[in-house]
């Protein structure tokens, strides 16, 4: 289950590739995505948006503590900030 939702989660992040990729086929239709070079360009980001949400999807999994203290990692709030 667990890993059901890593794969999950990593493909949110190239949503927008994927409904550019769908409105490319809708367009040109399949045989005309692959020979239109926007398409193809857009299709090649998004595998590489796909593989590169898959290895840190992996990572984070099995290395939490690394993207913990990062500093691109978003602030965490303190307890007394949530005001429960």
Do not use: W
Request: charge should be neutral; hydrophobic fraction near 35%.
């Amino acid at each position: 289950m667990m890993y059901l939702i890593i794969k999950i989660y990593d493909k949110l992040a190239c949503v927008p590739y994927e409904r550019m990729l769908v409105q490319c086929a809708n367009n040109y239709g399949v045989v005309g995505l692959l020979k239109n070079q926007e398409c193809n360009e857009l299709f090649q980001h998004f595998r590489t948006c796909i593989n590169t949400n898959d290895i840190l999807g992996k990572l984070k999994a099995s290395q939490p503590e690394f993207f913990a203290d990062n500093e691109y990692s978003r602030d965490k709030p303190q307890f007394s900030e949530l005001r429960i």
